[in-house]
């Protein structure tokens, strides 16, 4: 896995897939679920909540 970003709080990974995981450093316990979520959209690695993708299609 690649270190993306560390800090006091939690460090981000990403693996090889694309895909992220989130550390907690002090408890040394990945970080799951909402909270996840969360700080990867803090980050702007993924999208935020209701913004997707519209693909113009050409006819």
């Known amino acids: ?3 993306i970003k ?6 981000i990974y990403q ?3 694309g895909r ?8 040394k316990r990945w970080i799951n679920g ?3 979520e969360t ?4 980050e702007q690695l993924i999208p935020a909540a209701g913004a ?3 693909t ?3 006819d």
């Open 39 to 42: 700080i990867l959209r803090t």
């Open 52 to 54: 997707t993708r519209q």
């Open 1 to 3: 896995m690649k270190q």
């Open 56 to 58: 113009e299609r050409a």
């Open 20 to 27: 992220y995981a989130v550390r907690d450093p002090r408890e």
């Open 15 to 17: 693996k090889r897939t």
């Open 6 to 11: 560390q800090t006091e709080d939690y460090v």
């Open 34 to 36: 909402e909270a996840k």
